[in-house]
């Protein structure tokens, strides 16, 4: 006799390996794509100090707005 994880974690490795896994990294790798068409510029990290006062705060290249 077997016990039921001997049997049932062999059955799940084979259904998410051959089934859920192919779907996964499709739809990981749409998610990805459409990412970098939207944000085709990567923002940067500005330190900006007024007063004694520092704080950073994210910008794009082309654009001096900050996107807080």
Not at 4 to 22: E, G, N, T
Not at 24 to 33: S, Y
Not at 41 to 58: A, D, F
């Amino acid at each position: 006799m077997v016990c039921v994880p001997c049997i049932a974690i062999p059955i799940l490795l084979v259904i998410w390996r051959f089934f859920l896994q192919p779907l996964f990294i499709k739809w990981w790798q749409f998610r990805n794509e459409k990412k970098e068409t939207i944000n085709n510029e990567v923002p940067q990290l500005v330190k900006e100090c007024k007063n004694g006062i520092c704080t950073l705060s994210w910008t794009k290249n082309q654009e001096n707005k900050k996107m807080d």
